[in-house]
């Protein structure tokens, strides 16, 4: 069974920073694509930022220059370091992995809050 674990939300004031982690478990192989999604009250959930198995990154228009998506493929892992936090980036924040065949699991989320 596989399981992604979320590590590193929390409370912060704007212009803060935090590091999120989200790790996999169990039988998983050859992942493909790795991303973290967001989702505030009251709104759908969005994607944040994506990293293909190649390192190719794209970030949405709301964060790009603030933050980094990154992996570490040998312990099956995705970071996103976010800098110059803002009040809207409150929302829980979830990782996505695809797998080479297809398949798609999600973590639990973390929360993240930005004070003004």
């Known amino acids: 069974q596989v399981q992604l674990v979320e590590s590193g939300g929390g409370l912060v004031q704007a212009g803060g920073s935090l590091r999120l982690s989200c790790a996999a478990s169990?039988?998983?192989?050859?992942?493909?694509?790795m991303d973290w999604y967001r989702q505030a009250p009251g709104k759908q959930r969005e994607l944040v930022a994506h990293?293909?198995?190649?390192?190719?990154?794209n970030y949405a228009d709301s964060v790009k220059g603030r933050f980094t998506i990154s992996r570490d493929n040998a312990k099956l892992t995705v970071y996103l370091q976010m800098n110059s936090l803002k009040p809207e980036d409150t929302a829980v924040y979830y990782c996505?992995?695809?797998?080479?065949?297809?398949?798609?699991?999600w973590g639990q989320g973390t929360q993240v809050t930005v004070s003004p």
């Open positions: 996505r992995f695809r797998t080479w065949t297809g398949g798609i699991y």
């Open positions: 169990g039988s998983i192989i050859s992942i493909n694509d």
């Open positions: 990293i293909t198995s190649a390192g190719n990154t």
